[in-house]
């Protein structure tokens, strides 16, 4: 188990490294986890002391919600002040989403060859 704490904290201190001095737009713990998933797949798998880490974080993903639902009670006020606006900015958002989702599929999908009769 420290073995897989190890690993992860391991490429989370290269992320940062690498956000430090080369990167710095991009979130150190993001680019550790660019970094660590590329091992995985030219490791070809996962070992039980990472698996074992990783189920262990994942039974407590919910908390991670908890200063999220705290922000958002602190601002309700702005929040219902500004609802309309929000809500217009969802549905767009969403609206364009869907429609750039759709003109990237249809452009990077195969055309059917034609066949001559």
Request: net charge neutral; glycine share 8%; aromatic share 8%.
């Amino acid at each position: 188990m420290i073995s897989g704490l190890v690993q992860i904290l391991l490429f989370q201190s290269l992320g940062e490294l690498i956000s430090k001095f080369a990167l710095p737009t991009l979130p150190g713990p993001v680019i550790g986890l660019v970094l660590l998933i590329i091992w995985l797949v030219l490791r070809k798998g996962i070992n039980p002391e990472l698996a074992s880490v990783a189920d262990g974080f994942s039974q407590y993903f919910g908390l991670l919600f908890v200063p999220a639902a705290v922000g958002v009670v602190l601002f309700l006020p702005e929040l219902k002040a500004n609802a309309l606006a929000i809500v217009s900015a969802l549905v767009g958002s969403v609206i364009l989403t869907i429609a750039t989702s759709a003109v990237v599929v249809r452009f990077f999908s195969s055309k059917p060859k034609e066949v001559d009769q």
